[in-house]
């Protein structure tokens, strides 16, 4: 350590330098006991001062049980994130989809603006991201696809300045910043193999709760019934919808699990924790989550079954050609009737009064006139459902785009849709890029399972608005983001 020469007198200057984790003066040498406690007080005392805010808030202005025990819940694990990281990580991708069944409720509202628990958890999430990559200076702009990610949420904040709803466009900024806070821990925390496998196990952990309440709602005929259709399964996620995409991210990943220990004897209990999944997917009666699946599959089957691959789709064409005399003869033999079936009415669209996909085109070719009037910015992040308000006729009728491609182009514009279209093609040419070099065969399946998950996003995509399914996000582009940044090359099993 170097110290300049200097005469009583006169005031001694100190050089301050970092070592990786702590500010040392010369001057005055901290013990290691010292620097743990500042450390201890740093990330205990000082975030349980900024979350000790809403909940006085609430108990001052909102003062009913529910609120009070949600923020105390809340409160009470924000020094864990702080205090390790990495566990926070993996904590709230474990809790957040049976967080869903609470994400409408209201804790409070500052003037206008309402906050539910799934903005304010958005929000924390954003506050502690920020917090992580500042105090361990994470270079974070290093990581792939950050600066279209960037820009995509840039324009998204941008358009507060001009949207029609200030209320949606935060909602909507909101949940897109904690997707891409996610991202970006993800990519810093999940870089090794091991880390990798936590991951995993902490996604098959946050299905418990979500499978657990939709066996319920199944057994109970408690699911969601509208559209002709009844009892569809939505587990914690608030939508059958929400509910199936997330149920194919778990499918995908159990898929690339599964491919990558091929030689093992636990492919067994594997395939019968993806024949479970399999089951709520159906149940779910989400035809975008299953055409979303079906992509997944085929992709692994052209990998690694291809003559299996052929002989089911020789027997799928079989069947439908055949459904009509094989329908006459369960008539004539078991009399019953297969069009009755949910599952083949829902297959067919004769389970809606009005076809739902009828309906999907009627609202699609209504609304794409609006990108003609703002086509390059859009009307501002989270502003379709204003608009498409204007041309409800029922009192019931949805507002939502249910197509994530067409609600970009009318809210972030055509610059907005073009760099979501780049985030998504840098995703998969990454990806790609991966699969093809020199890896192990277990990464390939890994890098498999990513392709055919984007695949199934973008799929989705055209008929679904999975971009507003929060608890599917984090998990996709926390997976993402792992195969990206992780040691993947020999080693992921």
Partial sequence: MLVKPCFPTQIMESRIYFNHKYLIDDRYPMSSTERSENNRFRNIFAPSVLAAIPLVYVLVYHPNLENI???????????VFFIDFKLGFFVLIALRPTLDVFGETELFALGPFPFNLSSVVGILVIVWGLWYFFTRKVRFWRQPLFWPFAIVTGLS?????????????????????????????????????????????????????????GAYQFLSGTGLSFGGLDNRVYATLGHPNAFGFYLVLLLGIGLGY??????????????????????????????????AFLFVFILFGIRYYKKLLIVLAAFALAVLLLSPVINR?????????????????????????????????????????????????????????????????????STEAHNDYLRLAIELGVIGLGVYMILLGTLLYSLWRKFRANISPAAKAWMISGVGLAGALMVMSFSDNVLQGTAAMWLFWSFQAGLLNAETRPTIK
């Fill in 329 to 397: 003869a369960s008539i004539a033999y078991f009399d019953y009737d297969f069009n009755r079936n949910p599952l083949v009415q829902r297959l067919s669209d004769d389970s809606n009064i009005e076809s739902s996909i009828d309906w999907r085109f009627g609202v699609w070719s209504e609304m794409s006139a609006k990108i003609g009037e703002r086509p390059l910015f859009g009307y501002g992040l989270g502003a379709f459902p204003v608009i498409r308000q204007q041309y409800v006729k029922g009192f019931f009728e």
């Fill in 157 to 213: 904040v941008i358009s507060l300045f001009y949207t029609p709803s200030n209320s949606a466009t935060i909602r909507e900024s909101v949940r897109f910043l904690s997707i891409f806070v996610m991202y970006l821990m993800a990519g810093s925390i999940i870089t090794s193999a091991q880390r990798f496998s936590m991951f995993l196990g902490t996604a098959a952990v946050s299905l418990i709760i979500p499978l657990a309440v």
């Fill in 258 to 291: 599964f491919f990558s220990r091929q030689a093992e004897r636990s492919q067994k209990l594997i395939l019968a924790g993806l024949t479970v999944l399999c089951l709520f997917l159906i149940l779910t009666y989400t035809r975008g989550a299953w055409l």
């Fill in 69 to 79: 025990l949600l923020v105390l819940i809340m409160t009470a694990l924000v020094p």
